[in-house]
């Protein structure tokens, strides 16, 4: 698969890397879309091969196993995946299929700033879009920092500058 073949070549500059440091340290990893599901994949790779994962996030990731594959993989990434999406956002509840399923803990994440948490990601995702254009953009890496941002200021009350909301 193609995780394997990125994993091959990415597992020797980890192993060098680690070798070169005097202290021992943890791997995490992040993604976004197509890369939050290869985040988890490699995750669990690395762990496999005895590396110390200590935490997965991934942004709007499409699912990537069916349910037989969450009941063995899950366990080995225990509590440290965090999968974070957008309410709206179309790639995370892909593929369409009844037998896929998300594991791990899942932050939802709606346009006005509230957000739901569940300590494990629902067997059945909640969604609901008409227009795949507007879902589509929901998707988008900007869109999902805005979302954090007022996720943010609604939690801790405060209110960042507009400024910091613009690239």
């Not at 070169?20 to 490699?42: D, E, R």
């Not at 879902?135 to 999902?144: D, E, I, K, M, W």
Request: aromatic share 12%; charged share 20%.
């Amino acid at each position: 698969t193609a995780a394997l073949e990125l994993y091959s070549v990415v597992k020797p500059q980890i192993e060098s890397l680690l070798q070169s440091c005097y202290t021992q340290f943890t791997i995490k990893l992040t993604g976004h879309s197509l890369g939050g599901a290869v985040a988890q994949i490699l995750a669990l790779y690395l762990i496999a091969d005895g590396f110390d994962v200590d935490r997965v996030v991934a942004f709007g990731s499409p699912k990537i196993t069916d349910r037989d594959g969450c009941s063995k993989l899950g366990p080995l990434l225990h509590n440290k995946c965090l999968r974070v999406s957008n309410y709206m956002d179309v790639v995370r509840t892909m593929p369409r299929k009844p037998e896929y399923v998300h594991f791990g803990s899942s932050l939802l994440m709606f346009d006005d700033g509230t957000s739901w948490y569940f300590e494990q990601a629902p067997q059945k995702e909640p969604f609901q879009y008409s227009d795949y254009k507007l879902a589509l953009a929901h998707h988008r890496t900007q869109f999902y920092a805005d979302t954090m941002t007022k996720a943010i200021e609604n939690k801790l009350g405060v209110q960042f500058e507009e400024r910091s909301r613009q690239g």
